[in-house]
């Protein structure tokens, strides 16, 4: 995986809320209904729709939707577009990369 931009990273976490959904999105059987996970058929385990997401931050959808795109450029959410709805979850691989790099820098 490329190096990733620590300023992308860094923006990203720096807003409570965009923690907070990386939080749930870490864990999303913990807070959100297993009914609510796109597992299964599409093959995309975890993911969350971006209407959940807004729901439970108490946010606008357009509000949240941009907090989900500038944590999904800094690598730390992977999406996938399913029929008309978005899902989101979190992108492991791009944590651990990132934790790599600060670990190698610091």
């Not at 923006?11 to 059987?29: F, G, H, T, V």
């Not at 979190?90 to 670990?103: D, E, I, N, S, T």
Request: some cysteine.
């Amino acid at each position: 995986m490329a190096a990733m931009n620590p300023t992308e990273i860094f923006k990203a976490l720096s807003n409570e809320y965009r923690w907070q959904i990386l939080m749930w999105l870490k864990s999303p059987q913990q807070h959100f209904a297993a009914s609510a996970h796109c597992d299964g058929l599409h093959d995309f385990e975890g993911g969350i729709c971006v209407g959940l997401i807004a729901e439970k931050a108490g946010l606008a959808q357009s509000v949240v939707s941009g907090y989900l795109n500038t944590l999904k450029k800094a690598g730390l959410l992977e999406s996938r577009r399913i029929g008309k709805w978005t899902y989101y979850r979190y992108c492991r691989a791009g944590v651990q990369a990132w934790l790599q790099q600060l670990h190698e820098q610091f």
